[in-house]
């Protein structure tokens, strides 16, 4: 049974700084690309940040770009995301997810989801 298991999430003031964690358990196969998404009340889930797990390549969202940064650990099967100067606008609750391909960004490409992790920025 895949399960993916989250961490970090709280009430924060804007400019502050928060780590989220997650670790997933129970793969079948090595991940192709770990993601974070995130999602508001009565708005689809975006999609935050990603990184590839064989080549570490990574991909952000424009709206954290320069803010954002993920991570991994491959022995783990953990993915980090360090969030800094965080801002109102990224209170949402963050899902991590796990896909078997390489490199994909898209929603539809994870399999795996994680219950989420509530965020939120206060101003």
């Known amino acids: 049974q895949v399960q993916l298991e989250e961490s970090g999430g709280g009430l924060v003031q804007a400019g502050d700084s928060l780590r989220l964690s997650c670790t997933a358990s129970?793969?079948?196969?090595?991940?192709?690309?770990m993601a974070w998404f995130r999602q508001t009340p009565g708005k689809e889930r975006e999609f935050v940040a990603g990184?590839?797990?064989?080549?570490?390549?990574?991909r952000y969202a424009d709206s954290v770009k320069g803010r954002f940064a993920v991570s991994r650990n491959t022995p783990q099967n953990s993915v980090y995301l360090q969030m800094n100067t965080l801002k109102p606008e990224d209170t949402a609750v963050y899902y991590c997810?796990?896909?078997?391909?390489?490199?994909?960004?898209?929603?539809?490409?994870?399999?795996?989801w994680g219950q989420g992790t509530q965020v939120t920025v206060s101003s």
């Open positions: 997810a796990v896909s078997h391909l390489g490199s994909t960004w898209s929603a539809a490409s994870y399999a795996y």
């Open positions: 129970g793969l079948p196969r090595s991940p192709g690309s």
């Open positions: 990184i590839s797990w064989t080549f570490g390549f990574t």
